[in-house]
């Protein structure tokens, strides 16, 4: 026990509609409204001390809940409903440290959901995934981590260790990692994160592709090669159709070469870095094999360009025939959909993933266990993101800036599609939005937490 473990006296959870200034398209559907939700905590330490804390994510049940025998209206209402259930649920709560109570919100989350489901006639026909489970969480476990950030002495990321937690990674992780906590696993927090930009199927690459009775809204470039001008990129992250490997194939090649000349007439040195995103469009690896076939016979340049893929198969791994080991001898692939659960890890390790696409969108606690499994074995490791706006964003940035990943960029696409979202949030933390030289350049230091 431990004097900073904390317990929740009250819960508030609240839920603003969000349009995106341009619409995301992704293999399962388009993302054009989201509600972005917000949870405060406030809580005392077990040594008596009253702290707050905030936590905020969008829920995205496009990417999160794909099911298309139901309406967006129908997901997001399912969502908000088990969201105000892990509320209530929080109003009995105990004292423990964040890791404890992330792992305990994991359960309880999975567990409201199963009731939520004897309550609900959707549901029983078609179940929330536990990836939307843990997006409905994800603002609770922040909000405790933020909290317990405010009693702390020493910076939040600083923390995670044996001094102010109860339990080492062994408790959730396993043997292998008796004696070792977060804190050893995390490095030195980085002032400066390259930003990665998406690249949707259907974005126009040139000023001559962009259509000009669309004129693309709140000011934003309307191609490539203008956002390339605009913010000095050198990070970008294609999103493939997943139908065809000759056009994906077609479509890297394209990006390549248009970013190239872009960045050489904005002055940018080193030629662009890639990374593609098919959302599980593949149903096979033999179909990611044939793009890298396809690009490395007709432009080897653009295939050395590519860093890494991000899961190209479908995210049900127990309908999985075949395995990502070919794919992942040829350029890392990194899961996430797939990664919804932490008993998971070794499975998707064995089925030849590369590595893990962490994100605080399944939570924080869920991510930074992740992170350390993977950081532990070597694996590949990536931030990735949920187009996160506001204060979502400053969490995800952070979290970045601790990790030691195999790959230096921060996608950070909210500019893209929600450049106008959180005014108030944006306002607060100025620096976070905005890019210079291509990148986010980082206060000195944070907050007493994840802000």
């Known amino acids: 026990m431990k004097a900073t473990d904390i317990r929740a006296e009250t ?93 305990r919100l994991e359960q309880a989350a999975v567990e409201l959901a199963a009731q939520l489901a004897g309550e609900e006639p959707l549901l029983q026909s078609t179940p929330m995934p536990r990836l939307a489970v843990l997006n409905c969480m994800a603002p609770f476990d922040a909000a405790f981590h933020d909290a317990w950030g405010a009693a702390l ?79 000095r990129l050198r990070c970008l992250k294609l999103k493939l159709r997943g139908q065809s490997p000759a056009e994906d194939a077609d479509r890297l090649i394209e990006v ?73 001898a040829r350029v890392p692939v990194v899961v996430d959909e797939s990664l919804d659960d932490l008993d998971n890890l070794d499975w998707i390790h064995r089925l030849g993933w590369s590595g893990l696409a962490v994100k605080t969108c399944k939570g924080h606690t869920h991510s930074l266990l992740a992170y350390c499994w993977g950081r532990h074995h070597r694996l590949y490791l990536t931030l990735q993101d949920l187009t996160n706006p506001g204060l979502a964003l400053v969490h995800s940035a952070n979290f970045c800036a601790h990790l030691r ?8 696409n909210y500019r893209q599609f929600m450049p106008l979202s959180r005014p108030h949030e944006q306002a607060a933390h100025p620096a976070y939005f905005q890019v210079t030289d291509g990148q986010l350049l980082l206060p000195p230091e944070m907050g007493s937490g994840l802000y």
């Open 405 to 412: 990943l195999d790959v230096d960029c921060f996608e950070g």
């Open 153 to 231: 002495p020493v910076p939040l990321y600083a923390a995670y260790t044996a001094e102010n937690l109860n339990q080492d990674l062994s408790a959730n992780l396993g043997a292998d990692f008796a004696g070792s906590y977060p804190a050893d696993y995390l490095g030195t927090r980085r002032r400066a994160l390259s930003v990665q930009h998406v690249v949707g199927f259907n974005d126009a690459l040139t000023p001559s592709e962009a259509d000009p009775q669309q004129p693309a809204p709140a000011d934003l470039p309307a191609d490539l090669t203008s956002w390339i001008a605009r913010d």
């Open 11 to 103: 819960v508030e959870v609240t839920f603003d509609d969000e349009r995106l200034s341009v619409p995301l398209h992704l293999s399962k559907g388009v993302i054009e409204a989201i509600t972005y939700a917000t949870v405060t905590v406030r809580a005392r330490t077990r040594g008596g001390g009253a702290v707050q804390g905030t936590g905020a994510i969008l829920l995205s049940d496009v990417w999160a809940f794909p099911a298309p025998d139901l309406t967006h209206e129908e997901k997001d209402r399912l969502m908000r409903l088990l969201c105000r259930a892990i509320a209530a649920w929080l109003q009995d709560d105990e004292y423990e440290d964040p890791i404890q109570k992330g792992i």
């Open 256 to 328: 390549h070469a248009v970013a190239s000349q872009a960045m050489e007439a904005a002055g940018v040195a080193g030629g662009p870095r890639l990374s593609v995103d098919p959302n599980e469009a593949y149903q096979e690896a033999a179909m990611m094999l044939e793009v890298l076939d396809r690009v490395a016979a007709q432009k080897p340049q653009a295939l050395a360009a590519l860093d890494y893929i991000e899961q190209p198969t479908p995210r049900d791994l127990a309908a999985y025939t075949d395995t990502l080991h070919e794919v992942a």
